[in-house]
């Protein structure tokens, strides 16, 4: 399956992983770009810098493919404006070729030195956005692609709600450059519906949990398994940050803490479990934020990365060869 992201990325199927702080490391990144995708590395795991040059340099020893390093430029309470340019600078120093951006653009950092620095240097640049005018804005600045994230993602879906059915094919007629669409992706019929939406290809993130390549405790894929489309909430309007996470204990809290205007220092113990190795290494359920995204509801096994990228091809595949076939 061919399509612009396939050709810009120079990989086999249009399939990404989206960024995935503290899971996506070396060896998850290196499988999903060897089974044909691009596998990412999320830089805010590693607050050192030479400590993400050791991951980047990792991800080589696993894998020749392309893969793609995230770089989160919103409020967090362990990184700012000094970790982002030591990102941008190891990326550059190190050749990266594709950077996935959430959160502020990169042309906003440091007086816009970062972005020509990435662009001289041939860095693909990729944001993820959640409306029209911020796909528009990354075009105009050079990016090569923009990431339509509607409100069905896990992560930080931007407070204006819109669903990626609606926000991908009004980004996708709004810009020149390809649109990746994520929200809700996890299946054929996921990948069939966004090319029909205008899209070039789909990012997953709460999918890539679930494979055997992803180490996280095995609680963790069960509880994803057994949880519905239904099982995540929205948080965090009123500490100016807006989130999804799986519906426990700990979010529960956030809820009431904010139904009452509580505030942040209030919030911050229960959503800290996210940072800590409670819930990813122990399986403990209930103890912090989990952030995964409606699609939750479509994950239905653990599988190796090729045998998932396979299947979402060959169904995808199926599915508009037979609606090629009723038209
Ligand atoms: C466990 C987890 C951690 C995430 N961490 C980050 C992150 O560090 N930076 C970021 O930009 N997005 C992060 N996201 C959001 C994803 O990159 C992606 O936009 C979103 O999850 C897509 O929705 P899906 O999970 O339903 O596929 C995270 C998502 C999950 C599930």
């Not at 796909?135 to 407070?159: D, R, T, W």
Request: hydrophobic share 40%; glycine share 10%.
């Amino acid at each position: 399956m061919k399509t612009r992201i396939t050709e810009l990325f120079g990989i086999k199927h249009p399939i990404l992983c989206g960024g995935m702080h503290r899971l996506c490391v070396p060896k998850l990144c290196a499988a999903v770009s060897n089974a044909g995708g691009l596998g990412s590395l999320t830089a805010s795991t590693y607050p050192a810098k030479d400590d993400f040059v050791k991951a980047i340099r990792e991800v080589r020893k696993l894998t020749k493919k392309p893969f793609w390093c995230n770089v989160t430029m919103l409020p967090a309470v362990h990184l700012g404006e000094e970790n982002y340019k030591n990102y941008f600078d190891a990326i550059i120093e190190e050749n990266v070729p594709v950077v996935e951006i959430s959160g502020m653009p990169v042309d906003r950092l440091a007086n816009g030195e970062y972005i020509d620095r990435l662009l001289e240097a041939d860095v693909k640049l990729v944001h993820k956005v959640g409306a029209v005018r911020h796909a528009q804005h990354a075009e105009k600045v050079g990016y090569s692609a923009v990431i339509a994230a509607g409100v069905e993602e896990g992560g930080h879906p931007l407070n204006e709600n819109v669903a990626t059915t609606v926000l991908t094919p009004r980004i996708a007629e709004s810009v020149k450059i390809p649109v990746i669409t994520t929200g809700g992706m996890a299946t054929g019929r996921s990948l069939a519906a966004a090319l029909c939406l205008g899209a070039d290809g789909i990012m997953m993130a709460s999918r890539f949990i679930c494979t055997t390549e992803c180490d996280v405790h095995p609680n963790v894929k069960q509880e994803i398994i057994r949880r519905q489309e239904n099982e995540t909430v929205l948080y965090g309007n009123t500490i100016g940050l807006q989130g999804r996470a799986l519906l426990n204990d700990s979010i529960k809290k956030v809820i009431e803490i904010e139904d009452r205007k509580g505030g942040l220092q209030e919030i911050l113990p229960h959503i800290a479990g996210t940072w800590g190795p409670d819930i990813w290494e122990k399986g403990n359920m209930n103890v912090g934020l989990i952030p995964v995204g409606q699609s939750i509801g479509l994950i239905k096994d653990v599988v190796s990365c090729k045998e998932l990228l396979e299947r979402i091809i060959k169904e995808a595949e199926e599915i508009i060869n037979r609606v090629k076939t009723k038209l």
